[in-house]
């Protein structure tokens, strides 16, 4: 014989998501990996920034070094001035391990002497007090110049000048730094006057 089954009812389990369910689920996770895309570019811009701060820094140590040992400072001006006036700190035994210690990635093409920004911008090197406001306003101290994130100078457009980093602005940490040294005897800071740091 045959029996029929028994009913059971339904219980009040969902197998499936709604729409609106998924939508927000959707906007959620979008909105997630939004923020977490912002803040991976901010930290990757910090961290070309502090490179930028950090080479631009060492190249200022190389001036201070080079014209203490030879009594000026390397000459250079054109399209490529940046590009010899490394070439001459590479020669120069005092400030050869600085420039030596840079990473990798801020040197292009082979031989160490092409020196770019972290964005692989090639730098600039104001020499001429005539020509540069910058090495007029460091009283007669060259400058090293990286266009920024923005890979631009600001030649065309001065608003762009904004985000440019100079060798003679190391910034707040700098300027601590040098005010500490200025105001510290020679014989406290353990220099005699002789060498930078």
Same mark, same amino acid.
């Given at each position: 014989m045959y029996r029929k089954p028994?009913?059971?009812p339904?219980? =009040?389990?969902?197998?499936?998501?709604t729409v609106v369910e998924?939508? +927000?689920? +959707?906007?959620i996770i979008g909105f997630g990996l939004f923020l977490l895309v912002g803040w991976t570019n901010a930290q990757r811009l910090a961290a070309r920034k502090d490179l930028a701060v950090r080479l631009l820094t060492d190249l200022?140590?190389?001036?201070?070094?080079y014209h203490r040992t030879a #009594?000026?400072? &390397?000459?250079?001006?054109g399209p490529h001035s940046a590009t010899w006036a490394t070439t001459a700190l590479l020669d120069h035994d005092k400030t050869r391990p600085i420039l030596e210690a840079l990473p990798p990635s801020l040197w292009l093409g082979p031989?160490?002497? =092409?020196? +770019? *920004? &972290?964005? #692989?911008? &090639?730098?600039r090197y104001h020499y001429d007090p005539d020509l540069s406001p910058f090495v007029r306003a460091n009283s007669g101290r060259p400058v090293f110049e990286s266009a920024g994130p923005d890979r631009d100078f600001g030649n065309d457009d001065p608003a762009r000048? #904004? *985000?440019?980093?100079r060798s003679d602005d190391p910034g707040p940490e700098g300027f601590r730094l040098y005010d500490l040294m200025r105001d510290t005897p020679p014989e406290?800071?353990?220099? =005699?006057?002789?060498?930078? =740091?």
């Open positions: 028994a009913f059971f339904m219980q =009040n389990s969902r197998a499936a998501m998924m939508a +927000v689920t +959707v906007t200022d140590k190389c001036l201070a070094r #009594g000026s400072y &390397p000459q250079s001006s031989g160490k002497k =092409n020196l +770019v *920004d &972290p964005w #692989g911008m &090639p730098l000048l #904004g *985000d440019n980093l406290e800071n353990g220099t =005699n006057g002789k060498e930078d =740091n």
